[in-house]
């Protein structure tokens, strides 16, 4: 069983930066993928990256060119550093791990095929 703690949340003002990480633990799949989502209140909760054992990665639209996901094999430990922030940033965001299988279903970055999840952390980007 994969165990997941996030940590970075925090406030900041339109324009700043919050670097996110994501600490696993327990067994961790030698082929996998991780990544971030995020959730606001009343919506849906959406992929914003996802990052594979070996390197490739995705990203929201949204995101793109604003937000970096990284990873550091030896510590088990994804990064998303988040540059550039709006306000429409802000929301809790979690972890996410799952098994890499031979299909694509990783980069669809849908919530519902990722089995492992962290607690989450609050971010809040001010105008």
């Known amino acids: 069983q994969v165990q997941l703690v996030e940590s970075g949340g925090g406030s900041v003002q339109s324009g700043g930066s919050l670097r996110l990480s994501c600490a696993a633990s327990g067994y961790v799949w030698t082929n996998y993928c991780m990544g971030w989502f995020r959730q606001t209140p009343g919506k849906a909760r959406e992929g914003v990256a996802i990052?594979?054992?070996?390197?490739?990665?995705t990203y929201a639209d949204s995101v793109k060119g604003r937000f970096t996901i990284s990873q550091e094999n030896a510590k088990n430990t994804v990064y998303l550093q988040m540059n550039n922030l709006k306000p429409e940033d802000t929301a809790m965001y979690y972890c996410a791990a799952r098994p890499r299988g031979l299909g694509g279903e990783c980069w669809l970055m849908r919530p519902t095929s990722f089995g492992a999840w962290g607690q989450g952390t609050q971010v809040t980007v001010s105008s």
């Open positions: 990052i594979a054992n070996n390197g490739a990665t």
